[in-house]
């Protein structure tokens, strides 16, 4: 009889576990909850921001700066060091409460040698221009982002994605560093001089 218990409770186990799994398949929670902590699909959780920026002052995303950093960066990055922070996943999303009224505006990513990728850039849901980085120096890339895209309270939402999202689903690989940020900046178009198209390296 003793020897039966390690079987048992080795079936209590899978039990718990079936229990555990079919809680979570049926669990009423947001899509962005469970594409994170369920199926583990999706890096990006999106966070509570204030958006606060200065137009023109570049954002870094180094350890020192990190409040500021934090006060645009809704989710996707992760493990911030002393030179910048990393792109977790295939998305990240960053948000500036910019002004009514504002004109065109221009955003700079400022990325670190080492990954290549392509990563689609896009304002409030429509895309700007393709970031394309050879991986081989330090860049920064500026897009044009036209007064029509921003939402009426003037808000800019700044998406990053990655041209081939990683696949399968539940899986590793959603959660894999792609791209390294130095800082990003917010400018008002006009201030810019010698201003460039979109995805170009400055």
Known sequence: MAGLLPYAGLALLAV???????FAASADVSETYRAFYIDRSSSCLPQPVTGAFQFGRP??????????FDAVAICGVAYTGAEGTWMFGPEARFHFA????????????????GHQRRLLVMANGTSVGMLDNDGHADQSYGFAVPRALLADD???DVTLLIE???????SVAARKFN????????????????????????
């Not at 954002?59 to 500021?68: F, Q, V």
């Not at 900046?185 to 201030?191: F, G, I, K, N, P």
């Open 16 to 22: 718990g576990e079936l229990a555990l799994l079919g």
């Open 59 to 68: 954002i870094s995303a180094g350890r020192a700066t990190l409040p500021e």
């Open 98 to 113: 910019v002004p009514p009224g504002t004109q065109d505006l221009r955003f700079t990513l400022e990325g670190r040698r």
């Open 154 to 156: 003037g808000a800019l």
């Open 164 to 170: 081939d999202p990683p696949e399968p689903r539940n």
């Open 179 to 202: 791209f390294f940020i130095r800082s990003i900046t917010l400018s008002l178009e006009q201030d810019e001089r010698g201003s460039v198209s979109s995805g170009t390296a400055l």
